[in-house]
Structures are given as C-alpha cells and as structure tokens.
C-alpha cells in the first residue's frame, strides 16, 4: 500500500517525467530506504527526556508539569520536519504512536503508510527544508492539540519543469501521551500559499576539502553530514552539572513567563491571518498601541481595522514569527522576534509579497497576565514577484486550504477541546 502511495506522490510531483522511469525512479528511492540499516536514527537524540525536570514532578497540575510537555511535543514537530528533510522513514515514523494517522490531501491513510511513502519520495528528490513555527499548543490531560505554521523550501514540477517552491501551510494536530510519551496521533495540513522561483544552483559542482573554507552540504538520511557532526557533538559530552544560583521559584516565573510573551506574538498572527478581531485583542492590554505603517494608533482599533484593509486588498496572508529574544524585569519586558510575511494582492496585476522584519515589542503583566502594550514593526527587507496560482496543481490541489474566517480548519481543532474532554 505504502510503496503505491509512494509512486503516486513521486509521479504527482514529477508528472513531467515519462511514467515508467517516474515508477522506477520511485521503487529506486524506496529500495534505496530499506538497503540502508533502518534500525539506524537519530531517534535516540530527539527521544532524550528532559530528565532533570520530569524527577521533580509531583503533581500533574503543576505548572512545570505543562511546560515538560509543551517542550516534548514541540521536539517531536522537530522530529517530524527533520525526519521528512532527512529522508529518515524510521524517524517519521516513531514521530507518531503506531496507530497514528495522516490527513494531506491526496495522501490519507496511517503514519506507517506516510512515512513510507514519504521516505522514498524525498530520496529520489533535490533537499527540502520545512521550517515549522507559531506553534500554539493546548493541553488537557493526556491529549493535546496544536497549531503550528511551517513554510516548506520544496523543487516541484508544478506548472513545468522542476522550481524551486516556498510553500506554506499549517499542521493541525492531534497528540497524545501514552505509557508516559507523547508522540503525534493525528496530522491535519492545510495549505494557505505557494511561491515559486527561478532554478538556480547556489551549491555549484563543490570545492575541494578544506578545513577553513568548505561548508557541508546537507544530504538524504545517512549521507547527511549533519547526522555525523550530532553523534560526534553527542559523544563528547562531559558528564557535570552545575548548581543553580537562581532561587527555584524565579527561576520557574522566568520561564513561563518567556513562554507566555512567546505565544502572545502567535496569537497576534493567528488573528491578522484568520481575519480575527477577538484573537489579535488577546494579545493586547486594552490600552495598548501599535505602529506597523500600514495602521499607527490605538491596538484596538488596529484589530478591527486590519482585517476589512486585508480582506479588501489581498487574497491572502501569512505571518511566521520566530527567533524570540527577550529580557524580562518583574513585571515588565521588551523583547525583538522575526517575522517572515507572505501577502498576495488583488488587482489588474496581482503580486505574491515576501517581507521579512522584526515586531519590536513592550509587554506587561497585569492582574497575572502577560500581554503587549506597545508593537512596532520595522521592515529590513521585501521582494515580490507575480503571482501564480499553483494552488490547484498537482499534489496541492486535494489539500484543504487556509480560510480568513471561522470556517478555516483550526477553529474546529481548537473548540474541540472546549466541548469534551478527548478521548484517550
């Protein structure tokens, strides 16, 4: 079953090519997985517990409790970008329980069938990179939900020969702890957009060896150099370990507070891109302001406000944050976070935008809540080129896409929680 989907996702993707070598370059790509010793993973260094926090855990409510779990969930979406990237079908698929499954469109079925399939389709493919982030998690019990934003560097034959992609997305999953692990139970993807580039090889034919001036190039699963450097970083590690001079309780406040400020930045851009008044005014204390240069005033005006100029002007957007850093002082913190954001335009000569650029943020704690009270945006770079709609080729167009409405797919995930307790 697993080595059909495969073929089919290979020659969905490369339909230019003839089918029969399409076919043979599939069952290569697969051969190629199992020939290689599939007990071999970097499974080992993902899995490692954060041991150190779990031996002090008493009570499941606690505090410290969600935010152990919050960290290993967020290691198996790692797990899971990694293992795609990698080729690595053992990786993949420890990334769910055994009787997890998948939902990407064209592809339904178990993560066994999936990673399989996966696995042999990225072997006989150019490297891709999936880079997830605004990853928002809600946790009951044993069962958790999450989003998360991942925008995919992917060479498809969308429209023609093979190109260089951008696609973003969402996965909307489902997770659960079973015998004491969580692993992934269920994936949703939702595509939002797709952008596509000239071909271009930037690596080049390679240097000759040398110690100061050649970077390593990434590869498929165990011709990737960076699974060597992590066993070898691995391995040359010091067993000490220092005594902590913070009193244990800030310590504690310190972290889930840079958590909290974490997601309030993943809220905002949930409501910008669903179109979302309520969530953005989450984010916010109700005297807060923002200067973004499209709109400088009052942050509740903006939230009203963005979403008619967005739903006028653009068929549709994307804000991935990351790279957070902040410093907290009591009650108070500043903080810098990137963002990468995708706006594709209306009119006689529709554009796909790409804008990087960083929120400049003031945040403060009131009443025991953390929220922004002053955002700026300051922009370092855009680049915009004309629009394609590759939405409805190939592989993309049985995926469910993005909605600036309730109607998008994660509204259902995340009232799920909200009506009954899941399932174990």
């Known amino acids: 079953m697993a080595n059909k989907l495969a073929c089919l996702l290979f020659t969905r993707h490369y339909q230019n090519l003839d089918t029969r070598a399409a076919r043979s370059q599939c069952i290569e790509a697969k051969n190629a997985v199992y020939c290689q010793n599939t007990r071999y993973t970097l499974g080992l260094v993902w899995a490692m517990r954060i041991c150190h926090l779990k031996d002090h855990i008493v009570e499941d409510n606690l505090p410290i409790h969600d935010?152990?779990?919050?960290?290993?969930?967020?290691?198996?979406?790692?797990?899971?970008?990694?293992?795609?990237?990698?080729?690595?079908?053992?990786?993949?698929?420890?990334?769910?329980?055994?009787?997890?499954?998948?939902?990407?469109?064209?592809?339904?079925?178990?993560?066994?069938?999936?990673?399989?399939?996966?696995?042999?389709?990225?072997?006989?493919?150019?490297?891709?990179?999936?880079?997830?982030?605004?990853?928002?998690?809600?946790?009951?019990?044993?069962?958790?939900?999450?989003?998360?934003?991942?925008?995919?560097?992917?060479?498809?034959?969308?429209?023609?020969?093979?190109?260089?992609?951008?696609?973003?997305?969402?996965?909307?999953?489902?997770?659960?702890?079973?015998?004491?692990?969580?692993?992934?139970?269920?994936?949703?993807?939702?595509?939002?957009?797709?952008?596509?580039?000239?071909?271009?090889?930037?690596?080049?034919?390679?240097?000759?060896?040398?110690?100061?001036?050649?970077?390593?190039?990434?590869?498929?699963?165990?011709?990737?150099?960076?699974?060597?450097?992590?066993?070898?970083?691995?391995?040359?590690?010091?067993?000490?370990?220092?005594?902590?001079?913070?009193?244990?309780?800030?310590?504690?406040?310190?972290?889930?507070?840079?958590?909290?400020?974490?997601?309030?930045?993943?809220?905002?851009?949930?409501?910008?891109?669903?179109?979302?008044?309520?969530?953005?005014?989450?984010?916010?204390?109700?005297?807060?302001?923002?200067?973004?240069?499209?709109?400088?005033?009052p942050a509740r005006e903006f939230a009203t406000s963005i979403g008619v100029m967005l739903d006028t002007h653009s068929s549709g957007v994307a804000h991935t944050v990351t790279n957070h850093w902040i410093e907290i002082t009591g009650d108070h913190a500043v903080g810098e976070s990137y963002v990468l954001a995708y706006r594709g335009t209306n009119g006689d000569d529709p554009q796909d935008t790409l804008t990087g650029g960083r929120y400049i943020d003031k945040y403060e704690r009131r009443n025991g809540c953390w929220k922004i009270a002053q955002r700026a945006f300051v922009m370092d770079w855009s680049t915009a080129s004309p629009a394609k709609n590759l939405l409805n080729l190939g592989m993309f167009a049985d995926m469910d896409r993005g909605q600036r409405s309730v109607e998008d797919p994660v509204y259902t995930l995340w009232n799920s929680f909200n009506e009954s307790p899941p399932a174990a």
């Open 67 to 297: 935010l152990v779990s919050r960290i290993e969930i967020e290691k198996r979406l790692a797990q899971h970008a990694r293992a795609i990237d990698r080729a690595d079908e053992v990786l993949l698929r420890t990334a769910y329980h055994e009787d997890g499954t998948v939902d990407y469109g064209s592809l339904r079925g178990t993560a066994a069938e999936f990673a399989e399939a996966i696995a042999a389709m990225h072997q006989g493919a150019p490297l891709s990179q999936h880079r997830p982030s605004n990853i928002m998690i809600k946790l009951c019990g044993d069962a958790a939900i999450s989003e998360s934003y991942v925008i995919a560097w992917v060479t498809l034959p969308t429209d023609g020969d093979p190109q260089p992609h951008w696609v973003g997305g969402r996965y909307l999953d489902q997770h659960r702890r079973k015998s004491g692990e969580w692993r992934m139970q269920h994936r949703h993807y939702v595509l939002d957009w797709i952008m596509q580039f000239p071909k271009s090889d930037m690596l080049g034919d390679g240097a000759a060896f040398s110690l100061q001036g050649l970077t390593p190039t990434g590869g498929h699963y165990l011709a990737d150099p960076g699974n060597a450097l992590l066993m070898a970083f691995g391995a040359d590690q010091r067993h000490t370990q220092e005594n902590p001079t913070m009193n244990e309780a800030d310590a504690l406040d310190r972290v889930l507070s840079h958590q909290a400020i974490i997601e309030l930045g993943y809220r905002y851009a949930r409501g910008v891109d669903r179109g979302d008044a309520e969530t953005i005014n989450s984010a916010f204390h109700e005297d807060a302001s923002v200067v973004i240069g499209a709109f400088n005033g």
